[in-house]
């Protein structure tokens, strides 16, 4: 079985950080948000990743080939954005025929049993109610034998309020790029995008049968507010994380929180629900509810709800903030 890690996206909703660093290398709870996905790949047995990559993919390369060095990994590039399913159709000479796939979208973290989907004899699509399916992929399914009648890409009229999580274990790979193939050929496309939810559906139509799979959670990284939400939620699931070449003096920690190596705080309170990553240095400020990016340097400031890219430096200020990288920002 392979995993097919679409993370070609610009990540508009997260600029300007994604300006400079893509969607999924940005940091939650102590690590980057691909690294959530690989990590619980590997412990459910998986070891051969597609990544497929277009903007700002030799950064993505770059990590994943220094940090999981044992890992088979092809890259394959997307030159346009035409969609998910457009992104998907491009790892098809990489899949042996009717070879099983595990397609993960890169911008979410699961709170699930992978182990059990990858397990798991027919073909799975994981799906979570929510308040408002109207931007998902919607599921209609038999809640009896959770056979999968029919999937819609966001219904302006939805049948369901199961969605579509971004997280798929497909047995019949040759169906999904043969139905893929088809929607591209034919210019089958929803708001403008060749989906993967239609060739889904067109797979359901020829007779593959799909189960669903409700997950306990998903985290949504797309945008800012969801983002710290998130490092919020998987700071308490996973406890407070303090390097051992932390210093710190006069300074008072509120878990949960994660602090990368070789920072520095001096005079500070700072939690609860913050990530800070490596090489930054924090004086005389009140930080929670934020994430802090590396080699940063921040003085004199009171920080909430706020996300910093790395190499940013804030002097003197109270604020809520969205700074992307190489800023500097001087109000004292």
């Known amino acids: 079985m392979k995993a097919i890690i679409p993370v070609a996206g610009t990540g508009t909703k997260l600029r300007p950080h994604t300006y400079t660093q893509p969607k999924a290398l940005i940091p939650i709870a102590g690590k980057p948000i691909l690294a959530f996905i690989i990590d619980e790949m590997i412990e459910a047995g998986i070891n051969e990743y597609i990544f497929i990559i277009g903007y700002l993919g030799d950064k993505i390369k770059d990590f994943v080939e220094k940090k999981y060095p044992n890992i088979k990994a092809v890259f394959v590039d997307q030159p346009s954005r035409e969609g998910i399913g457009h992104a998907i159709w491009h790892a098809r000479n990489a899949v042996k025929e009717n070879e099983p796939v595990f397609i993960a979208l890169g911008d979410s973290v699961f709170d699930l049993n ?97 189960k669903g799979y409700k997950v306990n959670n998903w985290f949504d990284c797309g945008r800012k507010e969801t983002l710290l939400e998130t490092n919020s939620i998987l700071l308490k699931k996973m406890g407070h994380t303090l390097a051992s070449t932390l210093q710190y003096e006069n300074s008072i920690i509120i ?21 800070i990553g490596e090489n930054t240095s924090i004086a005389s400020s ?47």
Request: contains cysteine; glycine residues 6%; hydrophobic residues 40%.
């Open 114 to 210: 992978m182990k059990e989907i990858v397990s798991a004899p027919t073909s799975l699509l994981c799906v979570k109610k929510v308040d408002d399916p109207r931007t998902f992929g919607v599921v209609e399914m038999d809640e009896k034998g959770g056979l999968i009648n029919r999937l819609i890409e966001k219904p302006q009229i939805p049948k369901s309020n199961l969605a579509l999580v971004g997280l798929y274990k497909i047995n019949e790979s040759k169906a999904l790029f043969e139905a893929l193939d088809y929607n591209i050929k034919n210019n089958i496309v929803t708001r403008g995008e060749i989906q993967l939810t239609d060739a889904l559906m067109r797979m359901i139509e020829n007779g593959v049968v799909f």
């Open 255 to 275: 878990d949960p929180v994660s602090i990368a190596e070789n920072c520095k705080l001096n005079n500070c309170i700072v939690g609860p629900n913050v990530t």
């Open 286 to 332: 009140i930080l929670k509810d934020s994430i802090i990016g590396s080699n940063s340097v921040i003085s004199d400031v009171l920080l909430h709800h706020s996300l910093v890219g790395n190499d940013a430096t804030i002097r003197g200020m109270s604020q809520t903030l969205n700074l992307g990288d190489d800023t500097e920002i001087d109000m004292r």
